[in-house]
Every structure is written in structure tokens, then in C-alpha cells.
């Protein structure tokens, strides 16, 4: 995306920092999460905080919002020292922090969560009605309109999210830190934040912007500090660098910010879904008669919002949903009828790369060789008559471990020590390594970092490349356009259009995506 | 658990038990002092009691068998995420299959009275367990809740039978008939008079050799098949278990179907062992030390081995005691046993931290 108009760029020289780091160390164990880090912050200033996972960056954030303390440096707001021990010590200081996992109750009403921490008294009646009051003008002030009486579960995301940036304000923060703010969001709902954003800057409000998505901090952003390993690696005004460079910073090497890939060749068709119809346990529908298919040799990807069906609809070509209408033909049989479960579909050949990887892909506290036969488990290869074959699992884990450039190689390791681009590498070789004809794989490259994520696309795009069909589903617009031949966008459950890979804009898809929800991000 | 308090295999099954154990006894002793006995004396008599002479050894190792079948039972369905509270109640109802079929063919041969006991004992035992696991997989009740009542419900149920069907007509305590000679587990003393080698009687039985087939067993399943595997998938993610094919329900079906079935076992030792009929509470609370025994071996068969042999211990060493010492009562003995269970169980983790902190490698501490 293109810089926002030069209005919303912070005008004239910045006053002293509001918020300086200096010195900032962490450890965790063997990990060292911050190396003696330095950050200055200018007061009304927009600025974003880039690396990939496991930089550090968050870890910074919590030591300065007061989940993690410090064991060396200090923290000035305002030029001076604060203490930070936990987070009412930083929200005495004027900070305030809106999560990437929204942290709303979601039975409570939005005023309720607002007051929530403030409550001013034992009885609720006064701090609620003196909220109230409050709240409106804030909400007059920075255009952030939004129903107090809801229950907050009910609300949108967008709407969600500016709950929290209105309870942070209200709870007198004078620097805002956003951590990974659209993750959820819609491209234009996001162009809104950052509007909002802005506002916030020219009313004097300092904002931290947490991502590792370039274009956010291109698009947003005064200056922009990139932290790689634990340490800052670079500070700059953004508008003296460019997307490329600032990921050369985080990877520390040059990076291809695109997927090279050969046209594809599509063959006859493999997977056919026809009005495809899943619904939740409480019978609401979440696909609503999806119908496509997927050829041999093609990459398609699902473009949405997350929460708009994607992850129903793999969960239900995955078998772990059963549909509750439609159906799903496979060599002329209708998988969403008769039989169901993983077993079944891995039998016929679907192989699937789940979308959340330590909460289905994986068992935490199992070793790597242990997680390597995950779904496969029964097969021959692994046991003999119900017995494990310990030696076969092993050495079949090392060699995907070899194929797959999994670093540490060492499949007695547990799983959560290996980062997560290695954790999905491994995933993504006992889903391939199975020699599926149909791969699906939701959100390949999710906390894993650019490195990896090259290799694990080269790896999708070599899958394909064989004659095998894959299904892609990612939030992440990049993602969807640098992989796909062909695109669909979902959105409230429904396949909304289909647009050719090599087409695809961001402007394009980002239309289709708010397209039925439109209304909801107003 | 925070990964910082993670500490070296030798720490984690050694060390850290042990410092458990000696907070426990320290307590303990603090209290008898407290009541103007000696702790040192006590701990002496305890220790004695336990280990001291031949029959007191085998009175150690008989109740310790107890115990691993409960705290195997503990430990299979805790593998599968299930907290089973229900062993006493499972081994309760393991004792009238057992002794159904002792009293039945006890006349018959030992080749045969033994192995249907068993397997009677097991299955009565699991089919109990089996209820609250249905509940659980199909009807989402939780365990802790449904096995706890289950325990009320074999109570109940045990004391109608002995009082109204299975009571030995002519007398008034409930109790059946005795067993016939078929139906006894050989203690170990007779096997090896036979061999030559005195050893003081004691109720110390073959039962123990079960208990430890049992463990070897438990440890084989668990680790080395596939459907161990699956159950250890299950009790660590159960969304990751339907996602690989493996459908939680059934395994939480077969997980406390197994557990039952090591509870039952209980029976085994107590009443072909020991008792020879059947009789009101027998496990006298054995299927709650199991818990203990569990979570202090951490689930691991070698780990509730030892685990249970230091319960065994305390339970013989502590009848001793109150023998022995005027103002040491039975309930002195229950709060020594109450301190450990505490300590090795429910505050296992008080000393992690500071352990942890102390063993870290000092390359990663952080600087002061």
C-alpha cells in the first residue's frame, strides 16, 4: 500500500520523548529476548516497532506495559524514571496497551469493560455514570463512536478494537501501544484505525505500532526501530526507507518479497465442492453453500477476513467438521457424506496443515518425532501390530528434518523448543511426505518467520508443481496473491467472487472481502 | 510452570521429591514435639516399623502393592487428561467381582480360581469406571464429579450387598463366608519356605508380582503403542487428537475402562491375599492414596513404584507408632500422612522456583 496522503504525516519537528528505553535486558532462561535495548519515542508521534517473530519486540512491549520486569535497564516517561512492575504501575504512568488478542469480557457491556480496572469506588453505580459522561466526549473528540450498552462479545472486531484503544484513553494513557492491530481487520478497516491513529497523533497522544507487516509501518508510521535477535538493529525516519530495505533489517539478508513461481499447469479437476454448507454447534451457518473445485497442479487461495468461513470450510474438507449440507466429490465419491474423520480423509488422499499449530498441529509436549506421526500414527511404516516402532519413527523424522532443513535436527527435542517457522516445517513435511493429492493448508506461514516462510512457499509451490492441487487459506493479502493461481474471497460464510492470481490487487480482493460485511466496520 | 522452572531429569524425580518429603517430615516432627514426644524417637519407631524386621517389611511391600494399582489407575486416566477420583470406589466393586468368583469356585484349583478372579476383579472394576467415562465422553458430566459420587454409590451399594445378599448367614457383621482354599493368592513367605528360606508370615503376597507386571504393562502401553499414543495425544490436546483421526470420546471410554480395571486389581491383594471374604471398606481409602502416589511419582510406573513404597511405608510404620508411642494416636499417624500427600502433591511446586533458580547454569542467570 502507498503512504497515506502527506496530511497524515507528523507535522513539524518532534518534541522531547515521551517514552525512552535505555538499556532494556531480558532473559528467559537460556534465551536472551532483549539485548540491551534503546528506544526513544517522540511525544505525538506515530511510531512502529518492526521484526519478525521472536525479535523481541514483544517482550520489550511487555516489560514496558509491565507484564515482564526488567533485569537491567530503565524506563523514562517523560524524561522521567518509572518503575514498572505490573501493569497498573504503567497505566499510573500513562500507558496504555491494546493487545493483539483482544482482552474484553465478552458478557460485559462496553462501558463495563471500559470502567473495568477504574471502577472508582465499591459501589458501580457512580464510576459507571461518571464514565459515561466522560466516554462521550472522548469518543466526540477522537471520533470513536461506539455503543456503550452492547455487550462487548456481540460487537465487531473493528468495533472491538476500538473498545479497547477507549479504555486505554480512558484510563488517562497518554502513549497508546497497538500490538499486530489488523491482524483482524479488513484492509479498509485497518486504513480506518490508522485515520484514527492520526487523529490521535495530532491531538498529542504518542502511538507504538507493533507488527511485521511493512506496509502498516509504510503506511502509518513517523519513524520506525527494527529489532532483530533481541537487539535494535536500526532506527530511521520511515519516510527515509523503503519496504525492501527495512526487510533486508529484520531477516539481516536480502529477501525475495515475492514467490517465484513458473504459470501454472492446471490438469483435470480433483476436488469438487458443491454447495457446501457448514454450521456450528449452536446451528448458526458459517459456510453458507460454498461451491468450487480444485484442479491438479494448482495453487487456490482463500482470501477473507479471518472468521468469515475459511476456517470452517477447511475444517469440513479437512473432516473435522461434518457438513451439514452439500458435498465434497473425491475420484466420484462424496466425502461429505458417509464416513468422516481425518483417518477417512487422509485415506483418500487429503492431507491438511492446520490453521492454529500449537492448538491442532501439534502436541506441545511432545517431542518432534513423536509430532512427526501425528495423524499417521497407526500407519504400517510406525508400528508393528499396535506397537511403535521407535527406531522407523526416529529415523523417519531425521530424514524430514534433512529434507526440510529443520533446525535444531534433533527429533528427541520437544516441539515447543524449536521456533515456529521449524515447528511448521515439520508439519508441513508430514502433511506432504504422506503423498497427498490434495494438500490444504491454512495459514502456512503464521508465526513464522521470513526465512522460513520462503522455504515453506517454495516447498508449496514445489508440491503443486508435481501435479497436486492445494488449497491455501491466509489472512495475510501478500500471502494469498504471491502464492495463488486462483483467488476466492469469502465473506460472511459465502465464496463472494473468484479473481485469477496474476489480476489479484489489494484493492480488488479487499473490496470483495468487506463486500457483505460492510456495514460492520462503519 | 513457567520454562525457566524447568529442571534436570535428576532433579525433577529425585531431588525435588526428596526436599518435598523432608518439608513434610519436618512439619510433622514440629507437631509431635509439639505434643511432648520425641520427633527424632518417632521418626525411629516409624522407620522401624516399616523396615525393621522381616513381617514388618512384608506388611510395607502388602500395602504398597495397594497402592500401585491405584496409583496406576491414577496415573492411566491422568495420561488422558482425566482426573479419576472414583479408585476407591472401582476397587470396591473390583472386590465383589473378585469375590464372586473366589466364593463360587473356591474350591476348585488355584490354576483356575486365580486367573478368573482376576480377570473378574478387573472387569467389575472397569465396567464402574466405565459409567463416569461414558458420562464424561458423551454427555460432557465432568469426572471429578461423577466418579465422586460413583464412589458414594459402590459404598452404598457394597454395604446393601454384604448386608442383605452376600452376609454369611448366622452372623451379624457384614461379612461373607470365607473363601475356599482355592481362591488364596500365596504369600510370599510360603513360596519361599518352600525353597528353603524362612521369612516371618506376613500378607505380603503374590499379588505384588501382578502389581508389578501391572506397571511394566502400563509403562509398554502408554509409550510403545499406538493406542497409548493416542490416549497421551488425547489428555495433552484434544483438539490436535481429532485433528490426527483419534476420537476423544473412545479414548476417554478405553482410558478409564483401563483404570477401573487397575483399581479392581486392588481386590486382589486385599481380599485373596489378606482377608479371604469380603467385608465392609475394605480399601480403607487406598484408592485416594492412589491420587497421592500419582502426582508424586508423576505418572510414571518407576515413579509410583517408589512412590508407593513410601506410602507403604508410612502406613505400616505409622500403625507401629501408634503402638508404641502412648500420645501418638491413629490420627497423628493420618496428619503425618496427610502432610506428605500435601506436600508431594498438592504443593509440589513450592520448592521449584528457588530449586530452579539454583541449578540454572550460570551463563544464563541473569546479571544482577
Known amino acids: 500500500m502507498e503512504p497515506e496522503s502527506p496530511a497524515l504525516q507528523a507535522p513539524g519537528g518532534p518534541p522531547g520523548p515521551a517514552l525512552e528505553l535505555c538499556g532494556i535486558d531480558k532473559r528467559f532462561g537460556a534465551v536472551h529476548a532483549n539485548r540491551s535495548v534503546s528506544l526513544a519515542v517522540s511525544k505525538g508521534s506515530i511510531h512502529g516497532l518492526i521484526g519478525e517473530n521472536g525479535a523481541g519486540k514483544s517482550t ?62 465499591a459501589m458501580l453505580g457512580r464510576g459507571l455514570g461518571e464514565a459515561r459522561s466522560g466516554l462521550g466526549r472522548l469518543g466526540r473528540k477522537y471520533g470513536l463512536d461506539v455503543p456503550l450498552d452492547a455487550e462487548a462479545g456481540h460487537l465487531p ?53 507493533v507488527t511485521h507487516k511493512l506496509r502498516e509501518i509504510m503506511a502509518i508510521t513517523d519513524r520506525v526501530t527494527v529489532m532483530r535477535q533481541g537487539s535494535v538493529v536500526h532506527e530511521t525516519a520511515t519516510r527515509d526507507t523503503s ?27 480433483l476436488l469438487e465442492v458443491r454447495n457446501l454448507e457448514v454450521r456450528d454447534r449452536l446451528g448458526v451457518p458459517r459456510v453458507k453453500g460454498a461451491s468450487f473445485s480444485l484442479r491438479a497442479g494448482e495453487i487456490v487461495g482463500v482470501a477473507g477476513v479471518s472468521g468469515n468461513g475459511q476456517s470452517e470450510l477447511i475444517e469440513a474438507l479437512a473432516g473435522i467438521r461434518v457438513p451439514t449440507g452439500g458435498s465434497i466429490l473425491l475420484g466420484g465419491q462424496d466425502l461429505a457424506r458417509g464416513s468422516t474423520g481425518l483417518n477417512d480423509r487422509r485415506s483418500h488422499g487429503i492431507a491438511h496443515v492446520p490453521e492454529d499449530r500449537l492448538r491442532m498441529g501439534v502436541v506441545a509436549s511432545f517431542s518432534a518425532e513423536d509430532n512427526a506421526i501425528l495423524g499417521y500414527h497407526a500407519r504400517q511404516r510406525f508400528n508393528r501390530s499396535g506397537f511403535m516402532r521407535r527406531r522407523a519413527i526416529r529415523e523417519d523424522c531425521a530424514e524430514k528434518m534433512a529434507s526440510y532443513d529443520v533446525r535444531p535436527p534433533s527429533p528427541s527435542l520437544r516441539i515447543t523448543a524449536f521456533s515456529g517457522g521449524n515447528q511448521q516445517k515439520l508439519v508441513l513435511a508430514r502433511e506432504i511426505d504422506c503423498g497427498p493429492s490434495v494438500l490444504i493448508v491454512g495459514q502456512p506461514t503464521r508465526g513464522v518467520d521470513i526465512g522460513a516462510i520462503e522455504f515453506i512457499h517454495r516447498r508449496i509451490v514445489a508440491l503443486r508443481d508435481s501435479g497436486k492441487a492445494v488449497l491455501v487459506v491466509s489472512v495475510e493479502l501478500d500471502e494469498i496473491m504471491g502464492l495463488s493461481d486462483r ?28 463486500g457483505v460485511k460492510g456495514d460492520a466496520s462503519r | ?43 525411629k519407631l516409624m522407620a522401624a516399623g516399616a523396615f525393621g524386621a522381616q513381617d514388618s517389611i512384608g506388611y510395607t511391600l502388602f500395602y504398597a502393592t495397594d497402592f500401585v494399582f491405584t496409583g496406576l489407575a491414577v496415573a492411566v486416566a491422568f495420561h488422558a487428561g482425566l482426573f479419576n477420583i472414583g479408585g476407591e470406589g472401582q476397587a470396591y466393586v473390583g472386590g465383589l467381582g473378585v469375590g464372586l468368583v473366589c466364593l463360587a469356585f473356591g474350591s476348585c484349583s488355584p490354576w483356575l480360581v486365580i486367573p478368573l478372579a482376576i480377570a473378574s476383579g478387573c472387569a467389575f472394576g472397569a465396567a464402574w469406571a466405565f459409567v463416569p467415562g461414558w458420562l464424561q465422553a458423551r454427555r460432557g458430566s465432568h469426572i471429578v464429579i461423577t466418579t465422586i459420587m460413583a464412589n458414594f454409590i459402590a ?214
Open chain 1, 60 to 121: 520489550l512491549m511487555n516489560i514496558v506495559y509491565g507484564f515482564h520486569r526488567a533485569d537491567a535497564g530503565e524506563i523514562r516517561v517523560n524524561g522521567r524514571r518509572v518503575e514498572i512492575g505490573r501493569p497498573r504501575d504503567s497505566i499510573e504512568a500513562g500507558i496504555g496497551m491494546v493487545h493483539q488478542h483482544f482482552m474484553l469480557v465478552e458478557r460485559f457491556t462496553v462501558l463495563e469493560n471500559i470502567v473495568l480496572g477504574a471502577e472508582g469506588g
Open chain 1, 157 to 209: 472486531v473493528g468495533m472491538q478494537q476500538r473498545v479497547e484503544i477507549l479504555k486505554a484513553l480512558h484510563h488517562r494513557a497518554e502513549i497508546l501501544i497497538l500490538d499486530e492491530p489488523t491482524a483482524v481487520l479488513t484492509p479498509a478497516e485497518a486504513d480506518q484505525l490508522f485515520r484514527m491513529l492520526a487523529l490521535l497523533r495530532d491531538q498529542g497522544k504518542t502511538v507504538i505500532l
Open chain 1, 243 to 269: 519496504p525492501k530495505a527495512l526487510a533486508e533489517q529484520m531477516v539481516g539478508r536480502a529477501v525475495l518479497l515475492k514467490v517465484e513461481k513458473a504459470p501454472a499447469k492446471p490438469g483435470a479437476g
Open chain 1, 487 to 514: 483467488i476466492l474471497v469469502m465473506a460472511g460464510g459465502e465464496i463472494v467472487g473468484e479473481v485469477p492470481g496474476s489480476e489479484a490487487t489489494e484493492e480488488a480482493l479487499g473490496l470483495l472481502m468487506a
Open chain 2, 1 to 43: 510452570m513457567k520454562p525457566a522452572d524447568k529442571l534436570p531429569r535428576w532433579a525433577e524425580f529425585g531431588l525435588l521429591p526428596a526436599i518435598n518429603l523432608c518439608a513434610a517430615l519436618l512439619i510433622s516432627g514440629a507437631v509431635i514435639r509439639l505434643i511432648g514426644e520425641s520427633p527424632w524417637a518417632a521418626f
Open chain 2, 155 to 368: 459404598s452404598a451399594l457394597m454395604t446393601y450387598l454384604l448386608v442383605n445378599v452376600l452376609i454369611k448367614p448366622g452372623q451379624q457383621s457384614p461379612e461373607t463366608r470365607e473363601f475356599g482354599p482355592g481362591a488364596a493368592m500365596p504369600p510370599v513367605h510360603e513360596l519361599l519356605a518352600r525353597i528353603g528360606i524362612s521369612f516371618a508370615p506376613s500378607p505380603f503376597n503374590m499379588a505384588s508380582l501382578l502389581a508389578l507386571v501391572a506397571c511394566a504393562l502400563v509403562w509398554a502401553f502408554l509409550w510403545r503403542t499406538r493406542w497409548g499414543y493416542a490416549l497421551r495425544v488425547v489428555g495433552q490436546n484434544p483438539q490436535a487428537a481429532v485433528y490426527a483421526g483419534i476420537s476423544p470420546e473412545r479414548t476417554i471410554m478405553v482410558a478409564m475402562t483401563i483404570s477401573g480395571g487397575l483399581a479392581g486389581c486392588l481386590a486382589v491383594n486385599e481380599l485373596m491375599g489378606s482377608q479371604h471374604r469380603i467385608l465392609l471398606d475394605f480399601p480403607g481409602g487406598a484408592g485416594f492414596v492412589g491420587i497421592a502416589v500419582a502426582l508424586m511419582g508423576r505418572n510414571h510406573p518407576v515413579g509410583i513404584l517408589a512412590a508407593s513404597l513410601l506410602f507403604g511405608a508410612l502406613y505400616q510404620g505409622g500403625s507401629q507408632l501408634s503402638f508404641d508411642m502412648p500420645h501418638v494416636n491413629r490420627d497423628m499417624v493420618i496428619l503425618i500422612q496427610g502432610l506428605v500427600i500435601l506436600f508431594c502433591g498438592a504443593l509440589e511446586n513450592v520448592f521449584r522456583a528457588p530449586l530452579a533458580a539454583l541449578l540454572r547454569p550460570r551463563a544464563a542467570r541473569p546479571s544482577p
